[in-house]
């Protein structure tokens, strides 16, 4: 035999054993690696952590805001009223038993007029040109057929020396105290931003915490204060008496 043929031969033989392996693989089923069953224990734990990733709530990024329902301090509320110096220019009397019809100057050149139940406790002439405490953001009132658009702010005490008397006197402003110099708690900052109009429920509650205390002006028991010192009363209105 030549040496080709038994180079062909030998040539088949290998492409013969090639094609065997090929269809061998082909045929042969993959072996997979049977998965673990997990435990009980294991079932739970997982049931446990995938329940707890669902209720977590998101990181939002910012910080918790106060808890719903919570009621604004006193410090909230008062912040809401604009309270000031203003010297009164006009004292006018009307047909009423209990009211004067004031002007008022606030700072600024702003005047308002005031309806004021104070005819039964001071002359006119003791409250021109005085300076005293007006509230200024109240809603707009009609009083004896005229238009009140400030209150004017007074302490009350019952007079042991009149049956069924009473004592009322406005408040004092510290010396040096110009119209429209703010009224803020001591220990607080000077309000600059006020609504517009002040609700009456929010006024009754700040109202309820207005007394006298060491003949001082305060709420909740905290002086009322201008930048030039404490808003105060006379000897004659005793502790305890209701700023109104």
Known sequence: ????????????????????????????PSVQEPKPVPSKDAEKAGKKLAGTARTQPK???????????????VHDLFAKAQLQVARVTSVEEIDSVKLYKCIVDIGKGVTKQVMAGLKQHMAKEQLLQSLIVVITNLKAAKLAGEVSK????????????VPQGEI???????????????????????GTAFPKTLKSDVWKKIVADLQVHNHTACCAKQKLVTAKGPVHLPSTIPDGAGIH
């Open 168 to 190: 009322v006197q406005v408040l004092q402003v510290p010396e040096g105290s110009e119209p429209g110099d703010g009224i803020f708690m001591e220990g607080q900052a000077l």
């Open 59 to 73: 990181d939002t990024g910012s910080a918790a805001g106060p808890a719903a329902g919570s009621q604004p301090t």
């Open 150 to 161: 400030s209150m004017i702010l007074a302490a009350q005490a019952p007079d042991p020396s």
């Open 1 to 28: 035999m030549s040496t080709v043929t038994e180079l062909d031969l030998a040539i088949q033989q290998v492409d013969s054993l090639l094609s065997k392996l090929q269809v061998d693989s082909k045929v042969r």
